[in-house]
T-cell receptor, first 114, second 115 residues
Framework: NAGVMQNPRHLVRRRGQEARLRCSPM?????VYWYRQLPEEGLKFMVY????????ESGMPKERFSAEFPKEGPSILRIQQVVRGDSAAYFC????????????FGSGTRLTVV | DQQVKQNSPSLSVQEGRISILNCDYT??????FLWYKKYPAEGPTFLIS?????DKNEDGRFTVFLNKSAKHLSLHIVPSQPGDSAVYFC??????????????FGTGTRLKVLA
């Protein structure tokens, strides 16, 4: 069984460009969670999605950030007009339902904004 | 406001000895606690958890203790092995009020087990 797959593993963007981060959940999982880890900090919750629905986006910055989880295909975290402060590791996790006692994370995407 | 605190950024322990990682929290609404382990360039891996109705949970070499009155939990690893060298994150959730999906993480403790 493949785990949670994230790509790309590393992404370099110039200031002002767009970044697209992809997350394919584990087989049979329809719930996806995105977290961000800034340097020297813990992971911070960003958004929780089910197929075609955003359930909780309370951790998403108000501007430039969006997430989707379409009926077909991976979940996408999109950051428009990136700034240096967006440089971080972005982790995705998935679960088969909304009751969680320790979900599984992917290996993350390390975004560097130059 | 850091609701989950891991005040020791690093810890070194001799192989075979006990490793004790500590975590404090401020939110009395937290009712579920987890420990994750993270190797460089990998995602966090779930290790062990505990519900607030318990004060101890054990899984092999790993035991988590919860002291609700002190708002403190700890992870014990006995015996420590070099492969345990990693960053350990404590996390908590307010399952009954906010859902069990949102975890609040501490900043992590880097454990180094010396051979």
């Amino acid at each position: 069984n493949a785990g949670v797959m994230q790509n790309p593993r590393h992404l370099v963007r110039r200031r002002g460009q767009e970044a697209r981060l992809r997350c394919s959940p584990m087989k049979g999982h329809s719930h996806v969670y995105w977290y961000r880890q800034l340097p020297e900090e813990g992971l911070k919750f960003m958004v929780y999605l089910q197929k075609e629905n955003i359930i909780d986006e309370s951790g998403m910055p108000k501007e430039r950030f969006s997430a989707e989880f379409p009926k077909e295909g991976p979940s996408i975290l999109r950051i428009q007009q990136v700034v240096r402060g967006d440089s971080a590791a972005y982790f995705c996790a998935s679960s088969p339902n909304s009751i969680n006692y320790g979900y599984t994370f992917g290996s993350g995407t390390r975004l560097t904004v130059v | 406001d850091q609701q989950v605190k891991q005040n020791s950024p690093s810890l070194s322990v001799q192989e075979g000895r006990i490793s004790i990682l500590n975590c404090d929290y401020t939110n009395s609404m937290f009712d579920y606690f987890l420990w994750y382990k993270k190797y460089p360039a990998e995602g966090p891996t779930f290790l062990i958890s505990i519900s607030s109705i318990k004060d101890k949970n054990e899984d092999g070499r790993f035991t988590v203790f919860l002291n609700k009155s002190a708002k403190h939990l700890s992870l014990h690893i006995v015996p420590s092995q070099p492969g345990d060298s990693a960053v350990y994150f404590c996390a908590a959730s307010e399952g009954t009020t906010s859902g069990t999906y949102k975890y609040i993480f501490g900043t992590g403790t880097r454990l180094k087990v010396l051979a």
